[in-house]
């Protein structure tokens, strides 16, 4: 089945640590996109990438880090500097296309900090 | 950037009724998604609608652009529709940025 997958579902760190949250997708989409979900609220952008090789700082990007070195995969580091990195994060693809199209999730990762 | 207000924030329905949710944004869009959220967290996609009218079984959507609106309809609710309700816009040169609204959170009493 073609989709997104992230891993993994839940996530404890301690202060202080760094932790790589993974994203894979097999839809073939060029774009990708990491969010976040605080309790409440709606979605909000940490980093896109419009192709491989190259991102692009969202609104909230302070804190993260992302790479994309294969269409397939964008893995999203939460370092140490993030102040306040519990949330739920939501990865999500499109097809690069500028008239639009539909963007499609992964099932997400919580992510907590003890 | 783009302000998208939805409302009501909270919606209580007894199943088999049927309701209206808004979403509003303060420019022009090159798209406009609707979602439904889980209450495992996982969002799914009900429309694509920049424009004009859907609809998808008992769901349907209707955005007027110019007047920078977006309505989605729920028709004879079942406890299976419970979750959230996001609105999410695009501008044109935004390359898939999604702007969300924060939500209308559904519950849909037996």
């Known amino acids: 089945d073609g989709g997104i997958t992230q891993s993994p579902k839940y996530l404890f760190r301690k202060e202080g640590q760094n932790v790589t949250l993974s994203c894979e997708q097999n839809?073939?989409?060029?774009?990708m996109y990491w969010y976040r979900q605080d309790p409440g609220q709606g979605l909000r952008l940490i980093y896109y990438?419009?192709?491989?090789?190259?991102?692009q700082k969202g609104d909230i990007a302070e804190g993260y880090s992302v790479s994309r070195e294969k269409k397939e995969s964008f893995p999203l580091t939460v370092t140490s500097a993030q102040k306040n990195p519990t949330a739920f994060y939501l990865c999500?693809?499109?097809?690069?296309?500028?008239?639009?199209?539909?963007?499609?999730f992964g099932p997400g990762t919580r992510l907590t900090v003890l | 950037g783009i302000q998208v207000e939805q409302s009501p924030p909270d919606l209580i329905l007894q199943e088999g009724a049927n309701s209206t949710l808004r979403c509003n944004f303060s420019?022009?869009?090159?798209?406009l998604q609707w979602f439904h959220q889980n209450p495992w967290g996982q969002l799914i996609n009900l429309f694509y609608?920049?424009?004009g009218t859907k609809q998808n079984g008992r769901l349907s959507a209707t955005t007027v652009a110019t007047e920078r609106y977006s309505l989605l309809y729920i028709s004879s609710s079942q406890t299976t529709d419970s979750g959230v309700y996001f609105c999410?816009?695009?501008?044109?040169?935004?390359?898939?940025?999604?702007?969300f609204g924060a939500g209308t959170q559904v519950v849909v009493t037996p």
């Open positions: 990438s419009q192709i491989v090789n190259d991102f």
């Open positions: 999410a816009v695009e501008r044109g040169d935004s390359w898939g940025k999604l702007q």
């Open positions: 420019d022009s869009v090159n798209n």
């Open positions: 999500a693809s499109k097809t690069r296309d500028r008239r639009g199209d539909t963007q499609y």
């Open positions: 839809l073939n989409h060029d774009a």
């Open positions: 609608i920049p424009s």
